[in-house]
């Protein structure tokens, strides 16, 4: 019997031992995206169209003029995670996964795993590590920091069309004051 408790044990550690194995870089995140070198420059973070509880968050190899802009020529890197700190692995169990994002394909990673750091509202951003692998020239491992955008834009229209409004309302209201 205690033959069968030490083999238990030592699986069971075992076990623990290769689902702690993410071992992410401290260095931003970095790697090869098609058999070329690959470092991001920039990454924003939107809310799932299909899920308001998960973040989509793309990273891109260009600095995007626009923090929450698109970059047309970029090589881009992307993944879904929920909107929750933590460590959130990649899988076909959990629908979780990177994609390395060619003109042409999308190629699906499901080794690797995000972690969100942290999620600060008040500053618009998502901090957070990342490993993901299709192949050996489909991978990075490194930290992000990723601007969270309005959804499909239209916090930022809203916002901009409050802002016309009391312009045109102050207008009006020193018209009518002459």
Not at 61 to 82: D, F, K, L, R, Y
Request: proline content about 3%.
């Amino acid at each position: 019997m205690n033959l069968f408790k030490t083999l238990f044990l030592a699986l069971a550690v075992s076990i623990f031992l290769v689902s702690c194995g993410n071992d992410y870089s401290t260095s931003p995140l970095t790697g090869k995206f098609n058999g070329t070198d690959w470092t991001i420059k920039s990454a924003k973070a939107t809310t799932n169209p299909l899920d308001s509880n998960v973040y989509v968050i793309e990273f891109y190899n260009v600095v995007i003029s626009e923090p929450c802009g698109v970059a047309e020529q970029a090589s881009m890197i992307s993944t879904t995670c929920p909107k929750q700190v933590g460590v959130h692995d990649f899988g076909m169990l959990k629908f979780r996964f990177a994609y390395f994002n060619t003109p042409n394909d999308a190629l699906m990673a499901n080794d690797g795993s995000v972690e969100i750091l942290s999620i600060d509202v008040a500053k618009n951003e998502i901090t957070g590590r990342m490993i993901a692998k299709y192949d050996d020239n489909n991978t990075v491992n490194g930290t992000f920091t990723a601007q969270i955008c309005a959804e499909n834009g239209l916090d930022n229209l809203m916002d901009q069309m409050e802002n016309t409004l009391d312009t045109l309302k102050n207008t009006n209201d020193s018209i009518v004051s002459q």
